[in-house]
């Protein structure tokens, strides 16, 4: 810069040295703005402060309070009045933060977080309702699914046109009548879920509701699954022709699904082996197989102890808690 300063005082165009030295004439030419920053004056029209208050009063007031001043301006004029205009109905509500829900809203103390967990079959129990395509667009058939959540059995299945609390509990008191009464029943806040046709049963029955949370899928993972793997299995229809083609349809899957699938959530057990207790004799069978499979070839074992994926969890849990203190434990 010093070189490009000493051409232009011999009297060199700003161009021809910016050119020898290399500089770009408009860093050489740049003048930096003084520091000190002019005072602006006030505008004219500004509001005064008690004019600001009144404004803002008016926004405020119980009428007008769930406006917003779109409306308020439009309705004071309506009533001969005119205080400022819209845009500065919304510099006064800035300035004062208030650009949001001027409204008491209510709050809502967080919902508590379900915390479940079985020891064996028959103590909580999880129910929800899936969509089933029908024969047209638009058309659909309700399915009514209850889950043991310790044995994965399917204890309930109806399929129906509607979704009902009657329809539900109907389904509750068949299954509790085969499979017996549970201590817990979870499902998430649906209305036939929350009906008081199925709370007044669940109620006489001293029966414990859970809830899921509002929109949180997780806190139903037992359902929410298992209506996976039905949509998803490869001989799920892509439309029922009727309601008695789709209940013989879940019919069928569910008895394959309790009966001849294994599970790896429960040992590679069937869910029926679980329910019913018959695990327990299965393990000691296939035990007893692995040892003669080791005993025949020890090289192919790298330990005496059976594959984890065998064992069977000793609890199934909604919510696992972090505290074993703090578990709601439904036994």
């Not at 406006?67 to 205009?85: G, I, K, M, N, R």
């Not at 199925?198 to 899921?212: C, F, G, K, N, Q």
Request: charged share 20%; net charge positive; aromatic share 8%.
């Amino acid at each position: 810069m010093r070189t490009y300063r000493d051409l232009r005082a011999a009297g060199v165009s700003t161009r021809q040295a910016a050119t020898l030295t290399g500089v770009p004439r408009s860093t050489a030419t740049y003048k930096p703005r003084s520091s000190t920053t002019l005072s602006r004056p006030a505008p004219a029209n500004k509001l005064s402060s008690w004019e600001q208050a009144r404004v803002l009063a008016t926004l405020n007031d119980p009428r007008f309070v769930d406006l917003p001043p779109v409306q308020v301006f439009a309705q004071l004029l309506d009533e001969d009045t005119y205080y400022c205009s819209i845009s500065t109905m919304y510099q006064v509500l800035r300035h004062n933060s208030m650009v949001r829900d001027r409204r008491r809203l209510a709050t809502h103390p967080a919902r508590t977080v379900p915390e479940l967990v079985a020891t064996g079959p028959g103590q909580v129990y999880t129910w929800d309702i899936t969509k089933l395509p029908g024969p047209v667009r638009g058309r659909y058939f309700d399915c009514y699914v209850m889950i043991d959540i310790y044995s994965r059995y399917i204890i309930g299945a109806h399929v129906h046109n509607a979704e009902t609390g009657a329809l539900a509990e109907e389904m509750m008191k068949e299954v509790f009548t085969i499979h017996g009464t549970p201590h817990v029943v979870h499902a998430d806040r649906g209305t036939s879920m929350t009906s008081k046709t199925v709370a007044t049963l669940l109620a006489d029955l001293e029966v414990l509701r859970s809830h899921s949370r509002p929109r949180v899928s997780n806190d139903n993972p037992y359902s929410e699954s298992w209506f996976k793997t039905l949509k998803f299995a490869p001989v799920f229809p892509e439309r029922f022709a009727s309601i008695g083609h789709a209940r013989e349809f879940i019919n069928d899957f569910v008895d394959g699904y309790n009966h001849t699938h294994r599970h790896s959530g429960i040992g590679l057990n069937t869910p029926a082996d679980v329910h019913y207790g018959l695990a327990a004799a299965k393990a000691e069978e296939r035990a007893a197989t692995l040892d003669k499979a080791r005993a025949c070839n020890p090289e192919r074992f790298t330990t005496n102890n059976d594959p984890k994926v065998l064992s069977i969890p000793d609890a199934a849990w909604i919510n696992q808690p972090a505290k074993p203190d703090d578990k709601t434990v439904a036994a």
